[in-house]
């Protein structure tokens, strides 16, 4: 058993701890939850226990679907352990379904369904707005090498795949998500940070009712009642697979 040591880092939704594996951090989920880069701001109890459960249910899922993580296991309901990766500052968006930022850059009705997923990149700086950048504006900052851009994006469309159809079978549509990726000591490219809720819109798959933290965003439903049934539905397809 790991064990807690200090704080490395206090996000918008976690905080890192060092462990006595110099390899390994402790995470810890907050309830804090945060929209517009952090102009809305609020704690919304259990919010964080359910981040926690719903991502470390997905990465397992994801694993079994020949995926792997930087994730290590639950400790706690609010708590788990990940591997150390230095954290690629981009932000990899794949869309299944026009929503969002895109369209009200490309002028599409939102629930558009797109010919085939796209995938964007997005510079995670708080102070520039995470702009939308392109392959040659990841060469100029040096975030990745041409290589690892190639690997995020194909590992990010086999994430698509395997999100797809385990949201599928929990009559869920998976409209978009965000992932992020980091490097490993060796330099591989791994699934990074979380997949939850809050980095994914999802939407119920018969009523089209926002499953997501849309729901906090635009101020059109109950944060921790949506995700209590993401929850619920991931479990019963887990019960299922046995």
């Given at each position: 058993?790991?064990?807690?040591?200090?704080?490395?880092?206090?996000?918008?939704?976690?905080?890192?701890?060092?462990?006595?594996?110099?390899?390994v951090l402790w995470v810890e989920y907050c309830d804090q939850a945060t929209a517009f880069n952090g102009e809305k701001k609020d704690q919304i109890p259990g919010k964080g226990?359910?981040?926690?459960?719903?991502?470390?249910?997905?990465?397992?899922?994801?694993?079994?679907?020949?995926?792997?993580?930087?994730?290590?296991?639950?400790?706690?309901?609010?708590?788990?352990?990940?591997?150390?990766?230095?954290?690629?500052?981009?932000?990899?968006?794949?869309?299944?379904?026009?929503?969002?930022?895109?369209?009200?850059?490309?002028?599409?009705?939102?629930?558009?369904?797109?010919?085939?997923?796209?995938?964007?990149?997005?510079?995670?700086?708080?102070?520039?707005?995470?702009?939308?950048?392109?392959?040659?504006?990841?060469?100029?900052?040096?975030?990745?090498?041409?290589?690892?851009?190639?690997?995020?994006?194909?590992?990010?469309?086999?994430?698509?795949?395997?999100?797809?159809?385990?949201?599928?079978?929990?009559?869920?549509?998976?409209?978009?998500?965000k992932l992020e990726f980091g490097r490993d000591a060796e330099g591989n490219v791994l699934l990074a940070d979380e997949v939850s809720p809050d980095t994914c819109r999802l939407?119920?798959?018969?009523?089209?009712?926002?499953?997501?933290?849309?729901?906090?965003?635009?101020?059109?439903?109950?944060?921790?009642?949506?995700?209590?049934?993401?929850?619920?539905?991931?479990?019963?397809?887990?019960?299922?697979?046995?």
């Open positions: 058993m790991a064990q807690k040591g200090q704080l490395l880092y206090e996000g918008k939704a976690k905080k890192l701890y060092e462990t006595d594996s110099p390899e226990k359910l981040n926690n459960q719903i991502s470390g249910m997905i990465f397992d899922l994801l694993a079994d679907a020949g995926v792997p993580s930087h994730y290590l296991g639950s400790l706690s309901e609010t708590e788990h352990l990940a591997q150390k990766v230095q954290i690629i500052p981009l932000e990899v968006v794949v869309r299944n379904v026009a929503a969002g930022s895109l369209c009200k850059r490309l002028g599409l009705m939102e629930g558009t369904a797109l010919p085939d997923p796209i995938v964007e990149l997005f510079y995670k700086d708080d102070d520039l707005g995470d702009p939308l950048i392109t392959d040659e504006h990841v060469k100029i900052l040096n975030l990745a090498s041409e290589a690892e851009v190639a690997e995020i994006k194909e590992k990010a469309l086999t994430v698509n795949a395997a999100l797809t159809e385990i949201f599928e079978k929990c009559g869920i549509r998976l409209v978009d998500f939407w119920d798959a018969a009523t089209d009712e926002h499953l997501d933290k849309d729901v906090y965003r635009r101020d059109i439903g109950d944060l921790t009642s949506v995700y209590q049934v993401v929850l619920a539905r991931l479990q019963e397809l887990t019960a299922k697979r046995g």
